[in-house]
């Protein structure tokens, strides 16, 4: 049976502590290298006390608070069904490091208990509802299902401040089990043994590294002679992208030689389009020469570290 640990009067600065000693739902998609917005370097500094853990509020973040009791009542209008608070934190019974944070639970038609989740969409991210929920709260909501122990979820959003969707979501115990074997893993492996997780190729990792490492001091180091194989690797792979992109280019002429002036073509079920778009662009230069003052007014300065490997003069 699954232990509860009540959050009803604790600070925020409490609850985050809390949530530093575990791995919660909002985690498994940062483990499992699928959250666009979060690196586990990140997640694993902020575990191992290297980083505070979301020590300040943004605005996102107070909106969904607002939010959540509208989408609450809102589901509950349209579906009939009541959800009920927890207000406390939920933990694993075999894994008490896993725990979850529910907005609710529901009673369904059936008597079952189920969960419940809220979320405020921003409208730039409409699309990413389109063929339903987005992979990183699916991997958040089977994690809680596991950990409490359900087979159900509703989950339920709020797009862009005007449109209302929820979906019934069913417990998957085959990515359940992947879910919880990366979890014990980083736990173990890597919070628990003082192990910085390997550095992934995701955009999250890309922006971590260019945030934390954002300054540059003008010197030279020596780098670890295990990266002389990172460094074969990454050209020999730099050289195999230079050569597939050019044998695309040469598959893409082909195509449109075949073509010709037609706009389209179609070939063993497939169409093939090649469309002529007419756009507007800025002319930057020839403003610059007729307005330079009016052009300097407008500039932004911008700075960031770029990557090169050249040969050492040695």
Known sequence: MSQTISTRNMTREEWLELRRRGIGGSDVSVIMRKNPYRSALALWEEKTGRRPVGGTENEYTYWGNVMEPIIRKEFSKRTGLKVRQKHAMILHPKYPFLF?????????????????????????????????????????????????????????GLIGGNRFVFYEVNRDDRLIEELIAAEVSFWNDNVLADKRPEVDG???????????????????????????????????????????????????????????????????????????????????????????????????DSSYRRFTIEKSAA
């Open 100 to 156: 979850a944070d529910l907005d609710g639970i529901v009673t369904d038609a059936d008597g079952k208990k189920c969960i419940f989740e809220a979320k405020t969409v921003s409208q730039y991210r409409e699309d990413q509802w389109e063929d339903g929920i987005p992979e990183e709260y699916m991997l958040q909501i089977q994690h809680y299902m596991e950990v409490c122990g359900m087979d159900k979820t509703y989950i339920a």
């Open 202 to 300: 995701t955009s999250a990792t890309t922006t971590f590294l260019n945030q934390k490492y954002g300054q540059a001091v003008p010197d030279c180091i020596v780098l670890p002679q295990q990266m002389k194989e990172v460094l074969d690797r990454y050209e020999d792979v730099s050289r195999s992208l230079s050569e597939l992109e050019t044998q695309k280019t040469a598959l893409a002429n082909q195509l449109k030689d075949a073509l010709q002036e037609h706009e389209k073509g179609e070939v063993d079920g497939r169409i093939v389009s090649w469309k002529k778009i007419q756009k507007m662009s800025f002319d930057s230069g020839k403003f610059r020469k007729e307005e330079p003052e009016l052009y300097s007014q407008y500039q932004k």
